[in-house]
């Protein structure tokens, strides 16, 4: 059974920095896609990067210069400095991993949010 295990959120004040970590376990057998999603209060949950098995990257335009996406074997972290109050979320994590249930065509994977306040 695959599991994503999120931390680093917390309470923040403007221009302050956070790392998110988000491990994979489980019967991985190919890691396709990790990345990082957030929803605030009322909104629709958004992609915030990404990072692709070539090691290409994906970001959203209002996160790109301040937030960083970077893995090592299953895990998949983000470097978030500059935080603005609307920055402030729940932050998830997703994964698109192939395992011995999945087949080769990899399965999806969400991890169990984190919160992020951004807030003087």
């Known amino acids: 059974q695959v599991q994503l ?10 221009g302050g920095s956070l790392r998110l970590s988000c491990a994979a ?6 890691t396709n ?9 009322g909104k629709q949950r958004e992609l915030v990067a990404a990072i692709f098995s070539g ?3 994906n970001y959203a335009d209002s996160v ?7 893995s090592a074997k299953n895990t998949v972290y983000l470097q ?8 402030t979320a729940v932050y998830y994590c997703n994964a698109d991993l192939v395992t011995a249930a999945s087949g080769w065509s ?7 949010g984190t919160q992020v306040t951004v807030s003087s």
């Open 5 to 14: 295990v999120e931390s680093g959120g917390g309470l923040v004040q403007p």
């Open 25 to 30: 376990s489980g019967s991985i057998l190919r």
């Open 33 to 41: 896609t990790m990345g990082w999603y957030r929803q605030a209060p």
């Open 55 to 57: 090691g290409r990257t």
């Open 64 to 70: 790109k210069g301040r937030f960083t996406i970077s």
């Open 80 to 87: 978030m400095n500059s935080l603005k109050p609307e920055d």
């Open 106 to 112: 990899g399965s999806e994977y969400w991890g169990q």
